[in-house]
């Protein structure tokens, strides 16, 4: 992915000041910011949801958005979401979904509606969702909210094989927990994107459990 020449503002204020970045193949990157600094909305801009004031932004290939608000229908069981997403993607089969359940361990709640799952397990659906299609470049806002310390952990194991298997990983958090598991860390500031390379801290488990 090959981002150029980004701005976007909202009226009269201006949120992203010309944004360059690339996301080469077999990368695992990091975009870090204080509340407020723009970080949904380059994600936004970047997956196609918003179109930006100007500058472009290219994609090389399939590509996955997992945000940060879970977007499910609470009706539905997991199963079914992912049926509806197979449609969806013009998938053959849901082989690379069941790793990915597998790998987050939640394949029990195949048969459990999405409405009665904690927060933790949907955030596991929503990055199923994201990633069941096989996406050379993975989008994700905030990916583990809600992760109990093991699935935590699990999460940064699947990244790590993605960028092994030569996809492109951009994970956006509020801090840079976990940065020694970082190819590149940038920093969004006064919507501008720097290169931030801080001392690593211990990474706190994450707030809430699954099911």
Known sequence: MQVTGLHHAYRRHAVLRGID????????????????????????????????????????????YCPQDVVLNDALTVRQHL???????????????????AALRFTEYADVRSGVLSGGTRQKLNLTLALMHDPQVLLLDEPYQGFDWDTYQRFWE????????????LVVSHLAYDAE??????????????????????APAPEGTTV
């Open 83 to 101: 049926a509806f997403f197979k449609t969806a993607y013009g998938l053959t089969d849901l082989r690379r979904a069941e790793e990915i359940m």
């Open 158 to 169: 699947l990244a790590a094989r993605l960028r092994d298997s030569g996809r492109s990983v």
């Open 21 to 64: 970045l690339s996301l080469p193949p077999g990368i695992l990157a990091g975009i870090v910011g204080e509340n407020g600094a723009g970080k949904s909305t380059l994600l936004k801009i970047l997956s196609g949801e918003m179109r930006p004031t100007s500058g472009t932004v290219t994609h090389g290939g399939r590509f996955g």
């Open 181 to 202: 598991r970082l190819d590149r860390l940038y920093r969004l500031e006064e919507g501008r994107l720097q290169s931030h390379t801080p001392v690593p801290s211990p």
